[in-house]
């Protein structure tokens, strides 16, 4: 497809389990970010990475959250041992440059995560 | 940590009136873009303002960039139902990677 995929669009999840969210951005670009997103607020910035390396992860809440992107494409965010207060819309979205080039963010419907 | 504060947080007016949302921060953005969002959908890109003092328009939609590069307002003029959503307005840093959103402003045009 053209924009960004991102699956599940909802996942519903045990306190204490180990969930994956997927991103798929947009074919060619070079940076991909997670956000985080409670209702009717802005999105939290989570991690941010420029091909295949996590240029700054410094938005991850602690060590239960993970995200990989091993080819420079798909990227994985990983939660381990959930808890309540992780629930909310993961959101991923991809740029053709790095932030300071000022290239727009392309964002998909993001991962609605509950944690019962 | 919100580097961009919006207000209003919540925002309803009637169709037809004028309205304006601020953003505000203490630090220099090298540029700033406003985004909305609608139920279920990611953000989505309206406008991005890179010069100190810029103006943009797109149709009914004022975007101004400040003199400082700290702060940035949207006017809606004569707003109209399909204007409803949260609007947030984002950036990056002069030095930073990260490129952080506002706190946003939710808004319902009621017809």
């Known amino acids: 497809g053209a924009g960004v995929s991102q699956t599940p669009s909802n996942k519903v999840t045990e306190k204490g389990k180990y969930v994956e969210l997927r991103c798929d951005p947009i074919s060619g670009h070079t940076a991909l970010y997670w956000y985080r997103q409670s209702l009717g607020q802005g999105p939290e910035f989570l991690i941010y990475?420029?091909?295949?390396?996590?240029?700054?992860d410094s938005g991850l809440p602690n060590d239960r959250f993970f995200a990989v992107r091993p080819e420079g494409s798909v990227s994985t965010l990983k939660i381990q041992r959930t808890e309540r207060g992780d629930s909310a819309v993961y959101l991923c979205?991809?740029?053709?440059?790095?932030?300071?080039?000022?290239?727009?963010?392309?964002f998909g419907n993001g991962t609605r995560l509950t944690v019962t | 940590t919100q580097l961009l504060e919006q207000s209003p947080q919540f925002l309803s007016i009637q169709e037809g009136e004028n309205l304006t949302v601020y953003c505000n921060s203490s630090s220099v953005f090298s540029s700033l873009q406003w985004y909305r969002q609608e139920p279920g959908e990611g953000p989505v890109l309206l406008v991005t303002?890179?010069?100190?003092?810029e103006v943009k328009k797109l149709k009914r939609l004022t975007f101004q960039f400040g003199d400082a590069r700290k702060d940035s307002s949207l006017h809606i003029t004569a707003a109209q139902p399909g204007d409803t959503g949260l609007y947030l307005c984002?950036?990056?840093?002069?030095?930073?990677?990260?490129?952080?959103f506002g706190t946003g402003t939710s808004l319902t045009v009621i017809p």
């Open positions: 990475f420029q091909g295949t390396g996590a240029a700054d």
């Open positions: 979205a991809s740029s053709l440059l790095a932030p300071r080039n000022n290239s727009p963010l392309h």
């Open positions: 984002a950036g990056t840093a002069n030095t930073g990677n990260q490129f952080y």
């Open positions: 303002v890179v010069t100190g003092g």
